[in-house]
């Protein structure tokens, strides 16, 4: 469990020397606070001038330790006593610097302390409040509350409307529980267009056949078994879903190297292609005839033989719909949540099932006519899947290049539509022109807003995911005051550049 900075005592605090000089050395006496324990190993003393000390000091008895930081140590609970002898005569006066580190029984480890006295003859020194700079600083509160895994660095003023990272851009999109309504509503619609495509035909006689089969008619148990036949297809997918959750989060690493990018991106196009008809993605007939056949042994009109018809009938239009699943469980497996993929793949069936209850419950005079307009959902699915591929390219590919691309994925739909519009008449036509008006404008938008440069929110879409061009500078510092002032010159240099810190410790 994280540690709040507020609960642990600063290093001065946790760990008091004191020092006790005669003739013959110095005692040092260390004071150390409940909860907190010193180790015996760490603690060292250097003087000023040198060599003043003997290199062996005699230690208390302190208690063995198996410590998680540095493994088995001797380490001190409340007390240490340390005592060195001069190894010379020591001057009237010389300055003593005592090296000690110590650790949190709360699992936080402190960095070396150094305190340094000045030594004025015999006599009793402590140190000031303000002796060990170096420790202090580097546990000193920031303002507002502080996580021990986390350090909050308040950001400068001139980077509060600085654009936002990759991470928190990407987070907008991202599936989540905190956002899991509007995701499954998205995916409900997904679903929904899916269902207006030539696909999801072959079902039709199927649904029928339900209907056929119960002998006690209306409509309100048309609509009940329909429901269940849409839950059996709907079963298939959420248990995919859950499976695209599970192994997204074993995979997370394995999918993020680059041959696994492009060769995602290459099949995202392969699809896309299949989508505008150059071939298509079907099971074997064999395998389609022994599924078909099995389902048609079933009887209508049973609630559990419905449940069955859905579940195989999912199998049967699997490979149909395979290029649009395919991209969304690549966007369920990103999650590694297995709840949040069968719910979202659940929302995806329902919605391809709306049509299917409707024409269960009222008849097939309800649906739309099949026909080319059926060729253009397949059509828009396509450009889906090409914009997909390029997103998945665009940190291998340069930015005037992924600039043209998504020009041309808006442009292209509307040249096509204003061609189909010839053949079109009456309102028909009127949606075509206006719809390819609109995606005209914004590829022409699209494209002027992405040569213009770093100010546009254009350039930070199509630069979220492009390597940096810049050279990395790293800069070494030692005190959270070096590093606050290192991110404000990074900031002032360069307000949309990350600054990635690096935390570490070789002690």
Known sequence: AAVNADDLLPPEQAFVPTVTASDKGVDVQFKIADGYYLYQGKITADTQPEKLLRDKPMFSQGEQKEDEFFGKQVVYHRAANVKWDYAQPAPAAYKITLHYQGCAEAGVCYPPVDTELSINGPGVYAPQEAAADNAKDMFVKPQGSVQADSLAVEQPAATQNAPLSSANADSRFALSRDTIGSNLLWFFVFGLGLSFTACMYPLLPIVSSIIVGDKSGGKRRAFALSFVYVQGLAL?????????????????????????????????????????????????????????????KLSGGKVASVFVMGMLSALIVGPCVAPPLAFALGYIGKTGDALLGGAALYAMALGTGVPLMLIGTFGGHILPRAGDWMNGIKYAFGVILLAVAVYLATPFLPYGVVAGLYTALLVAPAVYLFYCARAFSGSLKTVALGLGAVLLAMGAWFGVQSVRGQTTPMHEFLTLHQPSSHAVHGIKTASVAELEQAIQAAFAADPSQPVLLDFYADW
């Open 236 to 296: 298939t997918y959420t248990l995919v879903g859950v499976l695209a959750g599970l192994t997204g989060a074993l995979l997370t690493v394995w999918l993020q190297q680059a041959w696994v990018v492009l060769a995602a991106a290459g099949l995202m196009v392969l699809l896309a292609l299949s989508m505008f008809g150059l071939f298509n993605i079907q099971l074997p007939s064999a395998l389609q005839s022994y599924f078909q056949t099995q389902s048609n």
